[in-house]
């Protein structure tokens, strides 16, 4: 008798025991409110999943007195997310990840923040055809805008050229320096008639290959001039 209770006060304990590691572990509580669902881990807060249905939408900094820190890639891909013309993400976001926007077929306009260190653009945009403009809400340490297009300064590499973004002369320069551009930085550029490149940045094959691989290329003829600056 006193071997079976034994025994059970043993299982009761290591049941305790798993339980308490498990819960240790996971560490993550998953969250709800009326227009975004949300995870918490480490007393910040990963945006999930947006539910709302407006236009204009102000992503939270904070969420039930939860700093947020990061929007997870399936956040904006859902239907409701058509309706969205316009984004801002708040100061505190770190990471803009991969088809984190894809969903938003009809977003005009996007604001960053300064906080942002990680910016992944490869498909970013992809099926914003309507992106007119992107915006930092205070000057970013890594990334910068020339004219509307999107650089990264740690890479010296052109990201991205807002689909709908409007050009003097329906031209633009690629500033020098770059030595880099990211695959589809011009996809669906429709009001660029030519791009202006230095002499010096035709050997960095990578850069003549972005280009060439622009959807850009095969929806109208597009000149490529090739300025009088022969410098190395």
């Known amino acids: 008798m006193k071997f079976k209770g034994i025994t059970k006060n043993i299982c009761a304990f290591i049941l305790v025991a798993i ?3 498990g819960t240790a572990i996971v560490g993550v509580n998953a969250e709800t409110t ?3 669902e949300y995870t918490v881990e480490d007393g910040v807060a990963t945006i ?6 407006s236009e204009n939408v102000i992503i939270p900094a904070e969420i039930d007195g939860y700093k947020v820190k990061s929007i997870s890639f399936e956040a ?4 409701n997310c058509k309706a969205i013309k316009s984004v801002v993400v708040p100061e505190g976001v770190e990471e803009a990840p991969n088809w984190l926007f894809t969903g938003c077929t009809n977003m005009e306009s996007i604001t960053l923040p ?6 992944a653009t490869d498909w970013f945009f992809i099926g914003s055809n309507s992106l007119k403009e992107i915006k930092f ?3 970013n340490p890594r990334y910068y805008l020339d004219k509307g297009v999107l650089y990264d300064s740690k890479n010296n590499q052109l990201m991205l050229c807002p689909a709908k973004n409007q050009f003097e002369n329906n031209e633009y320069e690629i500033l020098d320096g770059t030595t880099d551009i990211r695959s589809w930085a011009f996809s669906n550029c429709t009001s660029l008639n030519k791009i202006k490149i ?3 940045q035709l050997v960095t094959v990578v850069f003549l290959i972005a280009l060439i691989l622009t959807r850009l290329f095969y929806q109208k ?6 300025t009088a600056h022969l410098a190395v």
């Open 34 to 36: 009326n227009e975004y």
């Open 19 to 21: 339980l308490l590691v």
């Open 76 to 79: 904006f891909r859902q239907d």
């Open 221 to 226: 003829i597009l000149t490529l001039w090739v």
């Open 198 to 200: 230095l002499y010096k």
């Open 137 to 139: 809400s205070k000057d």
């Open 114 to 119: 300064s906080t942002l260190k990680v910016l």
């Open 48 to 53: 999930t999943k947006y539910n709302g249905n």
